[in-house]
């Protein structure tokens, strides 16, 4: 089975300065993909950035980009220039494969407070 | 484009009383839904993948008598809570994914379910 860790339940970062939130994972698949969604208050689960295994290049959208370290089973995601609207819970996923079998195993989140 | 809704986004029911939670696509053929839950502060739990038009794959420890899932259609799927607790309160949230747009799951916006 596969295991997602964050290991920071809450980090606080001040305004447009940059902040790098962790996670590690185990899993014995060779193929699988990696995400970060975003919880706001609302609840309402957004899709941050995802990354293909295969795929030696790290993600990046805007203001959000990763660190996939595949020996390393590591994936964090930097936000850059942080703003008040990435307050939020900030969750790192896993999937194993695509098909219908594909389902998302959840780290535990990370708290994100951005503060002026 | 890939909009999920939830209907209700919120209710309350009496113990021992059922309640149905909907989950729709609005704009593209849902292949497969997911039906997740999330206590207070915490991951989401996956409880069960259902494809439409055939029975519903249950998480372990998920009691697939107490929670009715029901995908009829490409575009919906049911979760029934019967004989609701007090211990089943938490937010529901659904995703649905679709074979065409490959391995993304689009998340509803959630249900919080009281019982009293």
């Known amino acids: 089975a596969q295991t997602v860790t964050q290991s920071q339940p809450e980090m606080s970062v001040q305004e447009a300065e940059t902040v790098t939130l962790s996670c590690t994972y185990d899993t014995s698949e060779n193929n699988y993909y990696l995400f970060w969604y975003k919880q706001p208050p609302s609840r309402q689960m957004i899709l941050v950035i995802r990354?293909?295994?295969?795929?030696?290049q790290n993600a990046t959208e805007n203001r959000f980009s990763v660190n996939f370290q595949k020996a390393a089973k590591s994936f964090s995601l930097k936000i850059s220039d942080s703003q008040l609207g990435d307050t939020a819970m900030y969750f790192c996923?896993?999937?194993?494969?695509?098909?219908?079998?594909?389902?998302?195993?959840f780290g535990t989140g990370t708290r994100l407070q951005v503060t002026l | 484009g890939a909009v999920v809704s939830q209907h209700p986004s919120r209710v309350i029911c009496k113990s021992g009383t059922s309640v149905k939670i909907e989950c729709r696509s609005l704009?593209?053929?849902?292949?497969?839904m997911f039906w997740y839950r999330q206590f207070p502060k915490k991951s989401l739990m996956l409880m069960a993948t259902s494809n439409e038009g055939s029975k519903a794959t249950y998480e372990q420890g998920v009691e697939k008598d107490k929670f009715l899932i029901n995908h009829a259609s490409l575009t919906l799927s049911t979760l029934t809570v019967t004989s609701a607790h007090p211990e089943d309160s938490s937010f529901y949230i659904c995703?649905?994914?679709?074979?065409?747009?490959?391995?993304?799951?689009?998340f509803g916006p959630g249900t919080r379910l009281t019982v009293t």
């Open positions: 990354q293909e295994a295969y795929k030696q």
């Open positions: 996923a896993f999937m194993k494969s695509t098909g219908t079998a594909s389902k998302l195993t």
């Open positions: 704009d593209f053929q849902a292949t497969t």
């Open positions: 995703s649905a994914k679709s074979g065409g747009r490959g391995y993304e799951q689009y």
